[in-house]
């Protein structure tokens, strides 16, 4: 058999190529929340919110959230739910703050049981015959940081800013997507999707010198533009949540 040596880049062994590279990620995902069970008026109600607005539901990746219906959601009731959004053609992926039972129903139908909440640390498990490492010393949280964006934002861009406020002084093409732990302002015309409050800031808002927005949210409460009214069209409004209800009126 005729021997092949091969030559790698800067004289590196294959041994110390890396074939891949981890890195996080921030997606956009729609959460399902229930606060009943499931019989054939929850479909009811899913399908009516869907037709208000289906291109919104269109490979949107989907959570369930069983916050409010863990203790009594029985198996039954959440296994008709995963078949009957995988039959509607949402992308359900994963479902959170449920039982333990809830998880295992989840896993079994392909899906990921998901924490809820922020952020959750990773523990690193430890050889017992290495000593317990002292604690690490308490770190501030990172000071909120406005990000500002002095170009326009293009038609498959997205701007995200995980530490406070975005501000834009340009126009947000159709296409584009605003993200937001904080506020959002945008000194020009916004088109595409703007989601602010993105951590579960409820007193986030939206800004803009000309709404034409595809979609606006705050802490995962949205509209879309099939339901917003004309008279605000073109307009400079603010956006915000009052009573869990998004509201959108005109500025000044």
Known sequence: MQRRDFETSAGASPA????FQVRGRFFTAVALRLDTGVDD???????????QAPAFFDDAPMVLDLENVSGTLPKPELVRLIDGLKNRGL?????????EEHAA??????????????EVPLERSTRKSAPAPEPAPVQPESAP?????TEPVRS??????DRGDLVVVASVSAGA???AEGNIHVYGRLRGRAL??????????????????????ISGLYKTSESMSPAIRNERVQVFLRDEMLCIEKLA
């Open 91 to 99: 992308s359900v992926f994963g479902v959170q703050n449920g039982t």
């Open 177 to 179: 997507e605003l993200i």
């Open 105 to 118: 129903i989840a896993r079994a139908a392909g899906l990921i049981p998901m924490p809820g909440g922020r």
């Open 16 to 19: 110390s190529i890396k074939p």
């Open 156 to 161: 498959g861009q997205r701007i995200f800013n």
């Open 196 to 217: 602010a409050g993105v951590n579960g800031d409820t007193n986030a808002r939206i800004f803009c010198q000309s709404l034409d927005a595809e979609l606006l949210a």
């Open 145 to 149: 940081a406005t990000r500002l964006i």
């Open 41 to 51: 008026g929850f479909f009811a109600a899913l399908d009516a919110h869907i037709s």
